[in-house]
């Protein structure tokens, strides 16, 4: 499709595969739905279609949480269409009824189910698949369905544990792993099979699609889950002493952890990113554009040691980190580095706070510091998970967990430091003189900014492969404490930045004013609301005060005496007509706030309209499904159909 990179300003759709709903769709949305959908796309002007990670995420429901990052997700297959279904369709059919009138996915029973209906049609007609020609080029093609066949025959063998608990090829050569697929061949060729079948719905679905003149946006998570078939073959790639995950803000005050590995990009690199490479080639089968996740993560990732719980005592890797030279130039002998970079807790405030019990405290997990009423953590110590499974009572974990806590410098590596995200508020640097925290400071920010080179020629290195040999356009997802070079490195390359224009503000102005959408990059995607915010609805209704609205109102131009609390057909409308202004080349609206231009679907809550909160475990989270059937969107005429087709005509 050429006319990607035409000046022309694309109207499209955001939605996951998992959300769509059609009368054949099995309990959650398919493959082949896509092509309904471009239908409907076709019939309102709009261009594109965005959808999620669709990698195979076993029973996980998060699509970020991959077990390969060349997989398919089976649970995505249409049963229907593959051959030797036939002695199982009323099966289907009934199953098909009872879990398409659910207005929440039932993810794990719709995998299993799908798993035990593909586990027979395979048995069922394996002495055939084994002489189908096509099957077997599919092998021969995708040599990596060796090591993710193996690690799902594994898996399946011992009841999903990660492959830290397999009794063998817990660190297998690929040697090892190409016998393994040889001797068990049947069992992984099951696995195999159902991607086969994935290709050939998703291509089908894709080129579909493209005949419809609708674009395929799909989802390159930048991180892979530490139980994959990944991290399990290729370890050389990941560094397990470390987890990734983003630092405090107003959303999450201790930092997130995402629990997934940090990656080697020495190793990656001396491999001429080989493994990237692989994924950019098979999203380059199916889509016309992808969107590169937590794009900030090419520049540098926060770093959080492996026993660490939350992400407070994270770091930005790479970076240019305080030495200890530095410290001690400025006059910081090593007694007050120490106090910086290592948690102390007064015995006073444990006596206070325990009574006798300190003193089980301070046996189990402290140390006295010289003969001092001051204790450090013992060395057996070596994050918040010791303490977490260790300590049962919770006043005493949470006491333990605040001081641990406590670092104003983070230990880096040896004899370098990072300075902790919420060193202000501790309590070591509280004591510091006014003149050693301004020298602690200036540091700071020398290391910032030389910090900022070393993310810039990164990301530069990083990114540039990625749009080399394909033709998809490549967005970014850039969201967070961006690095200052960020916006310059993304249209250096030429890589769409994303503005969710409710974030797109003048925050060092007075009052934070909204950007105007016309002064938007044209090299960005504009959207009102992400799959990790509120939809359009319930951002208005319960995260902005009347004065916000008020504010907002001004920003689309309109001058009210009576400010709507509750949104409504005609506000949406004004909302996303207003954001079809923006320069951005693409304008990607997610379902939700599609169809809070029509009240048809107001009597349900809001809050059923959310995809995920971030940093949550929640039933909920990933569940979202369409209040309707694509049929039936086929079928809205009238006044909706009008709004949209208005809209794609940016």
């Given at each position: 499709m050429k006319y990607l990179y035409h000046n022309e300003r694309i109207a499209g759709v955001a939605i996951p595969l998992s959300a769509l709903r059609t009368t054949h769709s099995c309990g959650i949305g398919e493959y082949a739905d896509l092509k309904e959908l471009g239908l409907w796309c076709q019939k309102v002007g709009l261009k594109l279609i965005q959808i999620l990670p669709i990698h195979d995420t076993g029973l996980e429901p998060t699509p970020y949480a991959a077990q390969s990052s060349l997989a398919l997700n089976p649970v995505y297959l249409r049963l229907q269409a593959i051959p030797g279904n036939e002695k199982y369709v009323n099966e289907i059919l009934g199953f098909t009824k009872e879990y398409n009138a659910k207005t929440r996915l039932a993810y794990q029973q719709v995998y299993l189910f799908k798993q035990k209906i593909l586990r027979h049609i395979f048995e069922d007609n394996y002495e055939a698949l084994c002489f189908d020609e096509n099957f077997r080029a599919f092998l021969k093609e995708n040599s990596w369905l060796d090591v993710y066949a193996s690690y799902k025959v594994l898996k399946e063998r011992h009841e999903l544990q990660s492959w830290k608990s397999f009794p063998?090829?817990?660190?297998?050569?690929?040697?090892?792993?190409?016998?393994?697929?040889?001797?068990?061949?049947?069992?992984?060729?099951?696995?195999?099979?159902?991607?086969?079948?994935?290709?050939?719905?998703?291509?089908?679905?894709?080129?579909?699609l493209d005949k419809q003149g609708v674009m395929l946006k799909g989802d390159i998570p930048i991180l892979m889950n530490e139980d994959s078939a990944d991290v399990w073959a290729w370890r050389e790639f990941f560094d397990l002493n470390y987890r990734v995950g983003a630092p405090p803000d107003m959303f999450s005050p201790q930092g997130q952890n995402w629990g997934f590995p940090a990656y080697r990009w020495d190793a990656l690199e001396k491999d001429n990113y080989s493994w990237w490479r692989s994924r950019i080639a098979q999203a380059n089968r199916y889509f016309h554009a992808f969107r590169i996740d937590h794009v900030l993560g090419f520049f540098r990732i926060w770093k959080i040691p492996h026993r660490e719980l939350s992400g407070l005592l994270g770091f930005f890797s790479?970076?240019?980190?305080?030495?200890?030279?530095?410290?001690?130039?400025?006059?910081?002998?090593?007694?007050?580095?120490?106090?910086?970079?290592?948690?102390?807790?007064?015995?006073?405030?444990?006596?206070?706070?325990?009574?006798?019990?300190?003193?089980?405290?301070?046996?189990?997990?402290?140390?006295?510091?010289?003969?001092?009423?001051?204790?450090?953590?013992?060395?057996?110590?070596?994050?918040?998970?010791?303490?977490?499974?260790?300590?049962?009572?919770?006043?005493?974990?949470?006491?333990?967990?605040?001081?641990?806590?406590?670092?104003?410098?983070?230990?880096?590596?040896?004899?370098?430091?990072?300075?902790?995200?919420?060193?202000?508020?501790?309590?070591?640097?509280?004591?510091?003189?006014?003149?050693?925290?301004?020298?602690?400071?200036?540091?700071?920010?020398?290391?910032?900014?030389?910090?900022?080179?070393?993310?810039?020629e990164q990301a530069l290195k990083l990114l540039s492969f990625m749009k080399e040999n394909h033709e998809m356009l490549v967005c970014a997802e850039d969201l967070g404490d961006l690095p200052s070079c960020t916006p310059e490195v993304l249209s250096e390359l030429g890589i769409l930045s994303l503005k969710v224009e409710r974030w797109c503000r003048h925050y060092k102005v007075e009052g934070e004013p909204y950007i105007a959408v016309e002064e938007y990059p044209v090299l960005s995607v504009a959207t009102s609301s992400v799959h990790d915010s509120s939809p359009l609805r319930l951002w208005w209704e319960s995260e902005l005060s009347q004065e916000e609205r008020r504010k907002y109102l001004e920003h689309l131009g309109m001058q009210s005496d009576e400010i709507p609390s509750k949104m409504n057909p005609e506000l949406a409308n004004k909302i996303l007509m207003h954001l079809s202004k923006a320069a951005s080349k693409l304008m990607i609206i997610p379902f939700q706030d599609l169809l809070a231009m029509t009240d048809l679907f107001y009597g349900i809550s809001p809050q059923e309209e959310?995809?995920?909160?971030?940093?949550?475990?929640?039933?909920?989270?990933?569940?979202?499904?369409?209040?309707?059937?694509?049929?039936?969107?086929?079928?809205?005429?009238?006044?909706?159909?009008?709004?949209?087709?208005?809209?794609?005509?940016?």
């Open positions: 063998i090829l817990q660190d297998p050569h690929a040697q090892e792993i190409r016998k393994f697929f040889e001797q068990n061949e049947k069992d992984c060729l099951f696995y195999a099979w159902q991607q086969y079948h994935c290709h050939l719905q998703l291509l089908e679905a894709a080129q579909f790479p970076g240019s980190y305080i030495l200890h030279e530095e410290l001690r130039e400025l006059g910081f002998d090593e007694g007050r580095i120490v106090w910086l970079s290592e948690p102390h807790i007064p015995g006073g405030e444990m006596r206070m706070r325990f009574g006798q019990d300190w003193l089980r405290i301070v046996k189990e997990y402290l140390v006295q510091v010289n003969e001092e009423d001051l204790y450090k953590f013992a060395l057996e110590i070596k994050g918040e998970r010791d303490i977490f499974e260790r300590e049962k009572n919770e006043d005493v974990r949470e006491f333990l967990l605040y001081w641990w806590r406590q670092k104003a410098l983070i230990p880096v590596a040896n004899k370098h430091f990072f300075p902790a995200w919420q060193r202000k508020d501790v309590f070591s640097y509280h004591t510091l003189s006014p003149e050693e925290k301004h020298k602690l400071e200036s540091l700071v920010e020398k290391h910032r900014k030389l910090s900022e080179e070393i993310w810039r959310r995809i995920n909160v971030p940093g949550t475990v929640s039933e909920k989270n990933w569940t979202y499904r369409l209040p309707l059937t694509l049929e039936e969107l086929m079928r809205l005429e009238g006044d909706f159909l009008l709004k949209v087709q208005k809209l794609s005509q940016r």
